[in-house]
T-cell receptor
Framework: SQTIHQWPATLVQPVGSPLSLECTVEGTSNPNLYWYRQAAGRGLQLLFYSVGIGQISSEVPQNLSASRPQDRQFILSSKKLLLSDSGFYLC??????????????FGEGSWLTVV | AQSVTQLGSHVSVSEGALVLLRCNYSSSVPPYLFWYVQYPNQGLQLLLKYTSAATLVKGINGFEAEFKKSETSFHLTKPSAHMSDAAEYFCAVSDGTSGTYKYIFGTGTRLKVLA
């Protein structure tokens, strides 16, 4: 079965420091992958999605970037964190390929606090 | 572009009372609709989904939702609230016609169950 691993689970970073959050998916190949951010009062915001290696689409202008160096690896990065980057970051992947309406499943998330 | 609107960021009900969480969507193509639940400090779990089969969809934990095309709604209901239902609930819409299968989430509704 498909599983989504995210790490680190929690981190506290100073303003201006770099960031790297990693997501790895097992049990599937060539998946669509997504990064969402959940911030207080703002629901779940789609940040990036990827339909394949090296293919990244950005949904909102921001201080973050994403990369997909391998088929089942999706990385969220920043060169210099801002206070507003604090939040709960979720990696997600649909189960199944080709059919519409596939359920999207989430990793356990990474809590980022920028201080 | 697709969008989801959840009316009411906070809903309070008494234990045993009807739960009604509202979701309206906007989509230029037949949508696929989802409800997810997030318990404190946890990731998101799928409650139920609509994929163009029956308009009344039954999910886990006694929840159900009805797809009403004329009202562009997909409201979540449960006849009798339980204390364990206290959580945040997210409605989501997806569109697979572009091949990217983007999943757009609402801002969430936090359900409080009063004893």
């Amino acid at each position: 079965s498909q599983t989504i691993h995210q790490w680190p689970a929690t981190l506290v970073q100073p303003v201006g420091s770099p960031l790297s959050l990693e997501c790895t998916v097992e049990g599937t190949s060539n998946p669509n992958l997504y990064w969402y951010r959940q911030a207080a009062g703002r629901g779940l915001q789609l940040l990036f999605y990827s339909v394949g290696i090296g293919q990244i689409s950005s949904e909102v202008p921001q201080n973050l970037s994403a990369s997909r160096p391998q088929d089942r690896q999706f990385i969220l990065s920043s060169k210099k964190l801002l206070l507003s980057d604090s939040g709960f970051y979720l990696c997600a992947c649909p189960r199944g390929q080709g059919a519409n309406g596939n359920t999207i499943y989430f990793g356990e998330g990474s809590w980022l606090t920028v201080v | 572009a697709q969008s989801v609107t959840q009316l009411g960021s906070h809903v309070s009900v008494s234990e045993g009372a009807l739960v009604l969480l509202r979701c309206n969507y906007s989509s230029s193509v037949p949508p696929y609709l989802f409800w997810y639940v997030q318990y404190p400090n946890q990731g998101l779990q799928l409650l139920l989904k609509y994929t163009s089969a029956a308009t009344l969809v039954k999910g886990i934990n006694g929840f159900e939702a009805e797809f009403k095309k004329s009202e562009t709604s997909f409201h979540l209901t449960k006849p009798s609230a339980h204390m364990s239902d206290a959580a945040e609930y997210f409605c989501a819409v997806s569109d697979g016609t572009s091949g990217t299968y983007k999943y757009i989430f609402g801002t969430g509704t936090r359900l409080k169950v009063l004893a």
